[in-house]
C-alpha cells in the first residue's frame, strides 16, 4: 500500500534526469503517480526505464522549458495523459559563487532564466490547468540560498529568494482555488548540480568568503531524502500545507 496515494494523478518533475529529480520522480510513481520526466538530458529516458521496470508509469520529455512554448506544451501534454495533479520545479543551475561585483551578465541571466523563470512559465500554465481539474500541488525546489546570503553568489541565490517570493505569493493567490504551493529548501545534497557549471571558473574569492557558514553544515542529504519531502507534499495528506518553506539541510539552517 502507497504511503502517500498518487494513484490516477499525473505530476511533472523537471531537472528529472538525475538527482533529486530522479528520485523524486521514482518515489512519486511508486505511489501510483504518472509521471512525466521532464529534462533537458537524455537522461530523462533512464529514468523511464527505472520507474516502468518497478511497474510504474512515466513518460519522457526532453527539452529547454526556460522557452515559454516548451513549458506551455509540456505543461499542455502532461494533462493529456492523464489529469495534471502535481508540478515539481525542480530543474535548476549552479553559479560559480561570485559576488555581485564580480557576477558577468551571462552567469546572472543563466540563473534566472533556468532557476526563476523557467518555473514561472511552468507555474503560469500549470495552474489554471489545476483550477480547473479540482485543484493540485506545486512542489518548488529552491534552496536554503533562498533565505540566507551565505551559501552561494549573487546569481544563485537571487535567483531562489525570487523562487520563494513566486512560491508565497502563488500559494496566496490561488489557495482558495485549490492550488497548494510550497517550497523546499535543501542544504548541501550528494546530486551532479556542480556540473552545470565550468569550475575552471570558479570565484576562489567568493567560495573563501562563504567558507566559514558552509563549513558548519552538519552533512549532505541523499536525494531520497528531499524526494520523500517533496512527495508527502504532494499528496492529499499534506493538504493544510500551503505557502510553507521547509528546510531539508540536516540542521544547517539551526545554527
Not at 134 to 139: A, L
Not at 207 to 212: C, E, V
Amino acid at each position: 500500500m502507497a504511503l502517500f496515494d498518487l494513484s490516477g494523478k499525473t505530476v511533472v518533475v523537471t531537472g528529472a534526469g538525475s538527482g533529486i529529480g530522479r528520485a523524486t520522480a521514482v518515489m512519486a510513481a511508486a505511489q501510483g503517480a504518472t509521471v512525466i520526466v521532464a529534462d533537458i538530458a537524455e537522461t530523462a529516458h533512464e529514468t523511464v526505464t527505472q520507474i516502468t521496470d518497478a511497474g510504474g508509469s512515466a513518460r519522457a520529455v526532453v527539452g529547454d522549458i526556460s522557452d515559454a512554448a516548451i513549458a506551455q506544451s509540456l505543461i499542455e501534454g502532461a494533462n493529456n495523459v492523464g489529469t495534471l495533479w502535481g508540478l515539481v520545479n525542480n530543474a535548476g543551475v549552479m553559479d560559480v559563487f561570485s559576488g555581485v561585483a564580480k557576477v558577468d551578465d551571462a552567469t546572472w541571466e543563466r540563473c534566472l532564466r533556468i532557476n526563476l523563470t523557467a518555473p514561472m512559465y511552468l507555474m503560469r500554465a500549470a495552474v489554471p490547468v489545476l483550477i480547473a481539474n479540482g485543484g493540485g500541488s506545486i512542489v518548488n525546489i529552491s534552496s536554503e540560498a533562498g533565505i540566507r546570503g551565505a551559501a552561494a553568489g549573487a546569481a544563485y541565490t537571487a535567483s531562489k529568494h525570487g523562487l520563494i517570493g513566486l512560491t508565497r505569493n502563488t500559494a496566496y493567490v490561488y489557495g482558495k482555488q485549490g492550488v497548494r504551493c510550497n517550497a523546499v529548501m535543501p542544504g548541501g545534497v550528494e546530486t551532479n548540480i556542480m556540473a552545470s557549471i565550468d569550475q575552471s571558473k570558479m570565484d576562489m574569492e567568493g567560495l573563501a568568503a562563504l567558507g566559514p557558514v558552509h563549513g558548519s553544515a552538519l552533512r549532505n542529504a541523499k536525494p531520497d531524502e528531499l524526494a520523500a519531502l517533496v512527495v508527502f507534499l504532494l499528496s492529499v495528506e499534506a493538504s493544510n500545507v500551503n505557502g510553507a518553506l521547509i528546510a531539508n539541510d540536516g540542521g544547517w539552517s539551526a545554527g
